[in-house]
């Protein structure tokens, strides 16, 4: 037996060296810059326009590498597949592993899962399933519903409180969070949905969703080969989150689900998003399924609370650190004289100081924290002055992009509002991306827009921040997501409203 177990135990070295050996000598990116560790691992380091991050992966810092590969068709790497859903997931069938014949479902995989617009790898396949959800985030409809958001909003700051007198905050990003959590279902999407004060209990924020991202970050950088032996991440979370409200995702879904089943009763009810998606379905049976719509509001509800949240606190955060900018933007809005309770989507683009703060924000603590992987085509891809063989992982990662000097100068690492307003701002603007570029890019980056604008300019029109020790720098958490911890504040209603 000892002689069986030690010639296996040989074997698998002999294997591992091999891998090693290949992956550092015969590689076709050995001769990308990158440390010895990246050819077995994805340790890697800051070494210039590419950098070898894995054994087949390389990032890529280079400025033609945003209209080579994310403005291109390419094919989306495989990373993107750990966010199929179950079937029986979005239903909250009782057994998640429903036949591979459930009816109306013909984008399932073996396993019962089917592709969403974020798994979807083929750029053909992936603009089809987005074909009728996506129209539904046009800036034209969203804006039919901002009298919804204009009331979800003021519940916001009712929440926040009329704080007439400076009260410390020790939680102040998470106080936000939990807020914005709170009002968001209750935007666009559907009318019906609130998370009440109790429900609070169920937002174990900052990071909501810790384990089960940390699940699918961590299974979806393994190699292919490994991914059977430790399991289907759908599995667990299907298990966990389909036992109803006990977890965070689960009641997401679940009241997502419910918001859907209220908003379908009530046909003649305001326009909002899911008004659009449920006439998509009608008028294209035999084009949408149902499941469709219910992995959409919960990607909308999941996929932008965070993200959102945490620009939010990004923008008070560097308005803190900088007073004089601060002071800038309460005087654009006092200028202005804007005195509706919540301000609106038109009123907030035209105050290009408070835009530019949040272009900033959004460049220096983009929420978005990986890259956008796509696969090199056939016969490659030239970037520069590099090629890349046919299937080599490509990785545009918005915080790369955002921090080159190349691109932004000496002080891309500086919170400077004002460079929005420079002679090359047109250039600036083609490597601004954090909602992504082309086919790939964020669908609901316009209702992210929307609530960015109106809430930042309300939020620093009505209340009054100040940082409790002023060296504090903002944390974060970062994972499938961001989730921001604020510094501790005081903070104080002032001006409107007092």
Known sequence: MAAVIATV?????????????????????????GPGLAAATRYCVDLGHFVRIAPNEVSVGHPDGLRKILLATLHKAEWY?????????????????LPRSYPDTDELMQDGRFFNTFAETNP???????RHIAPGYTMSNLLQAE??????IAMLLRLVGPLRRERRSDQAGRLLTVRHQRHRGGCPLFPSLRIPEEGCRHRRLPG??????????????????????????????ARHVTVGDSVPWGHTLSTAKKALEDRQKNPDGRYDVSAHWFRMLRENPGRMQRHEIDSAAFNAISAATDTVAATIQAFLYYLLRHPEFRARVQAEIAAAGLEDRVISYADAQGLRFLQACIKESLRLFGPVTMGFPRVAPKGGITIGEQTFPEGTTLSVHPWVIHLSKEIWGEDAREFNPDRWFGEDVARLEKHFIPFSLGYGSCPGQNLGRIELSKICATLIRSYEFRQVESEQQMQYEA?????AHMPACYVRKQGWGM
């Not at 597949?81 to 592993?97: C, E, S």
């Not at 396949?125 to 987005?130: C, Q």
């Not at 009298?147 to 979800?152: E, H, M, T």
């Not at 961590?218 to 292919?224: A, D, I, Q, R, T």
């Open 81 to 97: 597949k750990i966010a199929t859903f179950p079937v029986g997931l979005l239903t909250l069938h009782p057994d998640w592993r």
């Open 479 to 483: 994972y499938f997501g961001l989730t």
């Open 208 to 237: 909501e969703r810790r384990g089960p991202d940390r699940i699918r970050v961590g299974y979806g950088v393994l190699p292919l080969g490994a991914r059977p032996a430790l399991g289907e991440p759908g599995c667990y979370l």
């Open 147 to 152: 009298q919804a958001i204009d009331a979800n």
């Open 124 to 130: 053909k396949a992936k603009m089809e399933l987005t």
């Open 9 to 33: 135990l040989a074997g698998l070295l002999a294997l591992c060296t091999f891998v090693v050996m290949f992956r550092l000598l015969l590689s076709p990116l050995r001769h990308i810059p």
